[in-house]
């Protein structure tokens, strides 16, 4: 869905780097999300905010952090990368009690 | 919170025949449950919802049912398709102040055989 974008699509980096995954929406939607996906694994939720005020942790949101600079940006941060933070991230956006719509994915890899 | 449990983990089907993915959850407030079909490397996409107010719905060869008494929930894919190979997974949103979030079941990959 082109009206939910993630920057870089792709990322290599080394352990104990800080690295900025960016999404925007175009959506006008006041919900975000950030997932991670492990391979053959379900989708655990990292952080999500209702609004650029409203930040909440996830299931899984130790080593990660977030910034909503606007209603159409939220922004996932690993503060000082490690292996175990490989995976697939996707952002999503919604209005309250319906469909999220994902974006296309950042594959991270952290060496 | 929510709790969703996801049944099979993989499942294999004759083209042709038909499949059924099941799905349970804990919160008796939660009133939305979509379905989301992902394929190999790519984003998790809807493919039907439905809300605690119907017990069933149906878009063509897909349908959802849902019994809010038993909490429970499933997909029916009939006369299945090769592209219907992907993995598909359940959610339940809590409407709950707190917990108003969708929470993921595991998924199950479907396979097709031709």
């Known amino acids: 869905d082109a009206d939910v974008t993630q920057t870089p699509r792709n990322r290599i980096t080394k352990t104990g780097k800080r690295i900025m995954l960016e999404c925007s929406q175009t959506?006008?939607?006041?919900?975000m999300y950030w997932y991670r996906q492990d391979p053959g694994l379900g989708l655990q939720l990292i952080y999500y905010s209702f609004d650029v005020k409203d930040i909440n942790k996830g299931e899984i949101s130790d080593g990660y952090s977030v910034s909503r600079q606007a209603q159409a940006k939220f922004s996932l941060s690993l503060e000082s990368a490690i292996p175990n933070q490989t995976a697939l991230y996707f952002c999503?956006?919604?209005?309250?009690?319906?469909?999220?719509?994902f974006g296309p994915g950042t594959r991270l890899t952290v060496t | 919170g929510e709790n969703v449990e996801q049944h099979p983990s993989t499942l294999s089907v004759q083209e042709g025949d038909s499949a059924v993915i099941k799905c349970t959850y804990s919160d008796s407030a939660s009133n939305y449950f979509p379905w989301y079909k992902q394929e190999l490397g790519k984003r998790p996409q809807l493919i039907i919802d439905?809300?605690?107010?119907?017990g069933e719905k149906k878009d063509q060869r897909i349908a959802v049912t849902l019994n809010k008494t038993a909490k429970h929930f499933s997909l029916h894919i009939t006369e299945t398709q090769p592209e219907d190979s992907a993995v598909y997974f359940c959610a339940a949103f809590g409407s709950n102040f707190g917990n108003e979030k969708l929470t993921f079941g595991t998924g199950t990959r479907l396979t097709i055989i031709p």
């Open positions: 439905i809300r605690s107010n119907v």
């Open positions: 959506k006008g939607h006041d919900r």
């Open positions: 999503a956006t919604s209005v309250r009690g319906s469909e999220q719509y």
